[in-house]
């Protein structure tokens, strides 16, 4: 695997934040589909609020005719709440070994996983962050993501704070990895940095390599324009590996912008609609496979999800889009979603409701998408 970027050995390992040898498993609790009973992707109506967000537009489903199959692909995007606190270590364990059991029974391993707060551990983050090893360790428990070039993570410069915190899982060779902080980070001086990554990885082959960026924006209800400038710096980014790969391009991550308008009650982060603009109105692969008509519909982030006491409502604020417009990409290549699911993963999967903790203050979003030779 071709790095790009400084890289830092891992330091001193921290306490463990739960019992050593705890080991949690999870459960599917809940999903939404979108899957037409002959396996063809379910396409939105064009009335829907797929076809037209207000102030702006989202790329709408592909009704080009199919072309020939080359690759079928399964993605996972999720924050993993990897804070020191309420058993973060079995937590990750039970997200990494749900991870490996993904493809059990017949069903389809995540190609690509795009992972938000997985940190790494070093001396100066004893006690703040869940180490990343635990997670990884059991994600690979199944013999799945085992190399190198399976994995990489944003390692900013050692400056004594908590790196990054973004992350790639792939079944296939990264070939290629940068990775970013925001320009603007407005993490404080105790937290994490944050920022995005961008991996090409290549699918066995078929000559072929997907060009997928994960992101994690800074929050706060007051920070629009600061993520504003975020999604420029990533767009520049797209422009300048992407443009001109002929790859497809994939965005994933938590975006702290709920969409594609106000969901809660106060209203969360506004800045749908700079999505929209500035990475010149991507495909929406949730809210196309899902016409919203109940507001709250796919909801990543809300009370039921969340360790903390105090929470906001409803939100969508994890994405994945497919990058079509020019100005960024020049693939060739035809996407087809078919399938679309929110994953609620929760431990230990027989205890009572309210003794079930899901594995983050996250929801993740999982989807399964084609890449096809595009009919002429």
Known sequence: MQHLRPSTGRAISRLRCA???????????????????????????????AAAAPGGVVAPPDRAPLGKLIKRLRLLTHN?????????????RGFGLQLARAGSSG??????????????????????????????????????????????????????????GVGVLTLHRIRTDLDWRWGNDQQ???????GFMFARIEIPGKDLAIDTY????????????????????????????????????????????????PRTN????????DIVRILRSPSDLW????????????????????????????ERIDYIFHVTDPALTNSPYQLVVTNVSRVRWAEPPKAAAKDRHFVSDHFGVDATIEIRVRSP
């Open 19 to 49: 019992a050593a040898g705890l080991i949690a498993t999870c459960q599917i609790i809940g999903a939404e589909t979108a899957l037409a009973a002959d396996g063809r992707p379910r396409v939105a109506p064009a009335q829907g609020a």
């Open 188 to 194: 404080g001086l105790f937290e994490a940095v944050e």
């Open 266 to 273: 106060p209203p969360g982060n506004p800045g749908y609609q």
């Open 80 to 92: 993993v709440y990897a804070v020191d606190e309420d058993s973060c270590d079995q937590r990750a």
């Open 107 to 164: 069903r389809q391993p995540y190609d690509i996983v795009g992972l938000q707060e997985y940190y790494e551990d070093h001396f100066f983050d004893a006690g703040t962050v869940c180490d990343d090893s635990t997670l990884l360790q059991a994600a690979r428990s199944t013999g799945m993501y085992r190399n190198s070039s399976n994995t990489s993570l944003f390692r900013p410069r050692f400056d004594g704070r908590h790196n990054g």
């Open 214 to 261: 994960v992101v994690h924006l800074n929050s706060g209800r007051d920070n629009v324009a600061g993520r504003q400038r975020q999604l420029r710096q990533l767009a520049a980014r797209i422009a300048q590996f992407s443009k001109a790969s002929g790859n497809p391009v994939i965005v994933m991550g938590d975006f702290n912008i709920g969409g594609p308008q």
């Open 287 to 314: 809210l196309n496979a899902h016409p919203q008509t109940v507001p709250t519909a796919g909801y990543t982030s809300g009370c039921d999800t969340q360790y903390r006491p105090a929470c906001l409502g409803k």
